[in-house]
């Protein structure tokens, strides 16, 4: 506890936690280790690739496990996956891998297998006997030059895997590296944030993916040349992420539930390691956020009672899996202990803990890549992130709403409505037009307008918002449902925030479908019932008629029901409607006047604010 008094965890505790998790997949191994593959139904490639992904994903911890002791390898780990790559690799094994050349997947996996070879290398790799070594290099020769690599975060794989490749002899192509570093530098945003992509992709994948692999790369052998005009430039970036990343954990641990791939749970952890790394400043704060993160999970079931990593959050929950989610797939939550690469003296390890920013004073921000507004809360530990830049896709689009990207709120304490009602009639953190059928319209390819802060932040966008037919049979990888789609309006929305409370001003412009509007709708926070939940409140300013408390059944992974409150009122064309919404805010709402055009708001605090509405 003296260089851990906040969470109590030592580097022992990590070690403790990796060896269960390690022995837990290991029971799952093939006869020869090839394949690990955990229980559970098949995920959407197939058993071969969810085989695949155990050994790959659980090869990443053994190998952070043993280059953070020097080598020193008790439990025989590198010994077991040295023979599963022997079987892995050889064409005529029952067991062999799916290659990188018949199967997409298999790119992912082969770069976790390339960045473990080489940190490994003197107890791994230099041993293998070179009919294998000849062999793991064809295998993973096929991907240079395959320039079928979706142009996001995957860059990176091909990168890995070349850089290994490069550093044993193998083929590799100084254009496919040229080319995907480029690419990686058409992601960067203001603030040192990453885009996975075109789209406005913004998730846990601008830490656990894009701010790792860098630096990763940058200490493979043989990467300096490339590595050396570019490694301050990742490291200036990492270090402005770091402060709004520290900012986005909770008091107790949990990171934002937002963003697809969360069955990866504390991979969330990831950028603080590499911060660590990096050389970023105050090492014990990096490891109270990391350590807070994998306690969080810990302490509530996952890893299993078994030692296992299930599709879910805290528990099983297969709602929660993309489709390319197989039962090896949360073991990228290896990435979320990659400190244990790092010695037992390093100062991430013997410094003391620090407080999170949430625990140190009450937190309002604007983070202007995302279109993020962050309020936390130092009394009960939640953040709260106010949504008007992030939807999975571009503006312009009319498709659904992704319940992981679009909506107007995420927190540490509350997780989106993720079953079919979720994804087809946004009902929390929402602002819908209703037909008479109770379809609810969506948001998508919305225009930010504003990104502010000051004494309040500021956030508005502009929408063309629409009914969708959704095609559930469309392979869901964090977007939104397409299907045909019609206009009902054009819908301003201002997100005016200060400590707990959001003040909602909505504005409406009739659009082709306004003759089957009946209602307009806001929803607030969805908290889960029947635990010790925060309370949630929708209060009617001007305009709005009705009130009320939905009610979903197992519609998140934190529990059975889920109740958000909404209110409903007739959009008029050219009046404000305006609400009130808390996630644990208190009694008393604020009050809002409409000046001219302008809102004024008096905060429970009796501070008052004013602020400029959209024309």
């Not at 030592?10 to 998790?21: E, G, S, V």
């Not at 899996?321 to 290896?334: D, E, H, I, K, V």
């Not at 140190?360 to 008007?388: E, F, M």
């Not at 990104?451 to 392979?475: F, I, K, M, N, Y």
Request: net charge negative.
């Amino acid at each position: 506890m003296s260089i851990s008094p906040y969470t109590g965890w030592t580097r022992a505790d990590w070690a403790d936690l990796a060896d269960r998790m390690l022995a837990a997949a290991w029971r799952h191994a093939s006869p020869t280790g090839a394949r690990i593959t955990p229980p559970g139904a098949p995920g959407g490639y197939g058993t071969a690739v969810d085989g695949l992904e155990g050994f790959a994903r659980t090869f990443l911890l053994a190998g952070f496990r043993v280059a953070g002791e020097g080598g020193r390898d008790e439990h025989h780990l590198l010994q077991r996956y040295a023979e599963g790559i022997a079987a892995g690799t050889d064409p005529a094994s029952p067991e062999r891998w799916v290659t990188p050349s018949e199967h997409g997947q298999a790119k992912v996996e082969a770069a976790s297998i390339a960045l473990i070879l080489d940190l490994t290398r003197p107890w791994l790799w230099d041993k293998l006997d070179s009919g294998v070594q000849e062999r793991v290099v064809a295998y993973l020769a096929q991907v240079v030059g395959d320039h079928t690599y979706p142009q996001t975060n995957w860059v990176w794989f091909r990168i890995v895997v070349e850089q290994f490749l490069a550093s044993v002899g193998g083929p590799w192509s100084a254009d496919d590296m040229e080319a995907d570093l480029a690419t990686h530098e058409s992601f960067a945003r203001d603030g040192g944030w990453y885009c996975d992509g075109a789209e406005r992709n913004y998730d846990h994948y601008a830490g656990w993916a894009l701010h790792l692999y860098p630096i990763l790369w940058s200490r493979m052998t043989g990467a300096e040349t490339l590595a050396a005009p570019r490694i301050e430039r990742y490291r200036e970036r990492l270090d402005q992420f770091l402060g709004d990343a520290l900012r986005l954990v909770g008091a107790d641990g949990c990171p934002l539930i937002q963003g697809r791939s969360l069955v990866y749970r504390f991979s969330a952890a990831a950028p603080f390691w590499v911060g660590a790394m990096a050389g970023s400043a105050a090492p014990g704060l990096l490891r109270r956020a990391a350590s807070g993160i994998v306690k969080h999970f810990a302490d509530r079931g996952a890893p299993d009672a078994d030692g296992l990593l299930t599709l879910g959050w805290y528990h099983p929950w297969r709602r929660m899996a993309q489709r390319y989610s197989g039962p090896g797939s949360p073991y990228w939550a290896a990435k979320g202990m990659l400190g244990l690469a790092l010695p037992a003296d390093h100062p991430v390890w013997t410094d003391v803990e620090q407080p999170l920013p949430v625990e140190q004073a009450d937190q309002l921000t604007v983070i202007k890549a995302p279109g993020w507004a962050v309020s936390a809360t130092k009394a009960d530990g939640i953040v709260r992130v106010y949504n008007h830049g992030t939807d999975h896709a571009l503006p312009g689009d009319r498709i659904g709403d992704s319940p992981l990207y679009a909506r107007f709120g995420y927190s540490t304490a509350t997780a989106p409505a993720m079953d079919d009602e979720g994804w087809d009639r946004p009902f929390d953190q929402s602002v819908v037009l209703l037909d008479a059928q109770g379809r609810a319209t969506h948001r998508t390819g919305f225009e930010t307008l504003t990104v502010e802060s000051g004494q309040a932040a500021v956030l508005a966008s502009r929408a063309r918002c629409h009914w969708v037919e959704p095609d559930r049979t469309v392979p869901d990888h964090g977007s939104g449902r397409p299907g045909p789609a019609l206009d009902a309006a054009t819908v301003t929305t201002v997100s005016i925030v200060r400590g707990a409370w959001e003040v909602r001003c909505i504005h409406v412009e009739p659009g082709e479908g306004w003759d089957q509007v009946t209602t307009l709708r806001v929803g607030g926070w969805p908290v889960t019932l029947g635990t010790t939940a925060h309370p949630t409140t929708a209060v009617g300013l001007h305009g709005f008629t009705a009130a009320g408390l939905h009610t979903a059944r197992d519609a998140t992974p934190l529990g059975e029901l889920t109740a958000t409150p909404w209110l409903t009122g007739y959009p008029q064309n050219k009046k404000w409607l305006i609400a009130a919404l808390a996630l644990n805010g208190g009694e008393q709402p604020p009050r809002a006047e409409i000046e001219g055009p302008a809102v004024r708001v008096t905060w429970p605090d009796h501070v008052t604010t004013t602020t400029a509405l959209p024309q």
